[in-house]
């Protein structure tokens, strides 16, 4: 019998429905059977064999991880070499570099297991969000930007998948892979397939 994976969701604050919906779906184009569980306490890592961390405010993610322990469990977690997915703010949280202006020096994300160097709010504001087409292999994939950060440079062990107006959006580091839009908004799940192939 075929071992059942958990997938989890770092349930701290974000898109944590919209993830959901992405898994689901993307577990039934690929005859895969999954299990879903909303990661909201440190015990709950225990049972999951990859982790979504979604779109949302990087800093209350942090704000509210830290009161419970959730972020030194996380960093236990991907130590393990786990297979993890950031989107938006998930990219921030998983990059070692993080500015929040060009000259600005940099942070590390509260999870730095990405060689990233990452802008936050590099696309602009709220009102500056926008979706553009983009080329993916197998096709265009529709990417939703809302105060989306910039990837400005990548490390050497760092894949870039796909670009816009020549900058990584969607990249891969062994079982890591971060995308600065938002794939979960869409009903498009290649990219959701491309996690759940890593674990």
Known sequence: MEYM???????????????????????????????????VEPSDLDAIDGLVMPGGEST???????????LDAVI???????????????????????????NMEGKKGAFPFMDTEILRN???RQVDSFSTELDMQGGKFKGI???????????????????????????????????????ELTDDTRIHEVFLKLI
């Open 5 to 39: 994976r958990t997938v989890g969701i770092l349930g701290l604050q974000g898109a944590i429905v919209e993830h959901e919906t992405a898994l689901i779906n993307a577990a039934r184009n690929m005859n895969m059977d999954i299990k879903l569980k909303r990661i």
């Open 60 to 70: 209350a993610m942090i704000l509210i991880g830290s009161k419970n322990g959730m």
């Open 76 to 102: 236990n977690f991907l130590e393990k070499g786990k297979p993890a997915f950031g989107t938006c703010a998930g990219a921030i949280l998983l990059s070692k570099d993080v500015k929040r202006g060009e």
């Open 122 to 124: 590099g696309y602009g």
């Open 145 to 183: 930007f809302i105060r989306a950060p910039i990837i400005n440079s990548v490390g050497k062990d760092v894949e870039v998948l796909i670009e816009f107006m020549g900058k990584p959006v969607f990249v891969r580091q062994n079982k890591l892979i971060a995308t600065t839009f938002h794939p």
